[in-house]
């Protein structure tokens, strides 16, 4: 039921810009939380941004100051505005959507897409 649709990957240049999005249909309950995480060939899945229901965004420091996370709460949207690319930010990149009933949360993950910066 719950789908999540992914849009925005690609190629760019360092110092380029991307802008991914995500959309999430089939929802019943409330989203907690939307974001974003990455995972690099060889490395771990990491946390790139996060936004909480009530629009409080969280950031790896990675990330701080170059990217901007923000949802939509009507449409069930979150974007990542990513700016100042550099290589190290190559990584297939999963939206994340977390939906809560009572007492209980649940996560939903993208298939990923793929976004890769060029030295």
């Known amino acids: 039921q719950v789908q999540l649709v992914e849009s925005g990957g690609g190629l760019v240049q360092a110092g380029g810009s991307l802008r991914l999005s995500c959309a999430a249909s089939?929802?019943?309950?409330?989203?907690?939380?939307m974001g974003w995480y990455r995972q690099a060939p060889g490395k771990q899945r990491e946390l790139v941004a996060t936004?909480?229901?009530?629009?409080?965004?969280n950031y790896a420091d990675s990330v701080k100051g170059r990217f901007t996370v923000s949802r939509d709460n009507a449409k069930n949207t979150v974007d990542l505005q990513m700016n100042s690319l550099k290589p190290e930010d190559t990584a297939v990149y999963y939206c994340?959507?977390?939906?809560?009933?009572?007492?209980?949360?649940?996560?939903?993950w993208g298939q990923g897409t793929q976004v890769t910066v060029s030295s």
């Open positions: 936004v909480s229901s009530g629009g409080i965004p």
């Open positions: 089939g929802v019943i309950f409330s989203i907690d939380v």
């Open positions: 994340n959507v977390r939906v809560s009933g009572r007492a209980w949360t649940k996560d939903y």
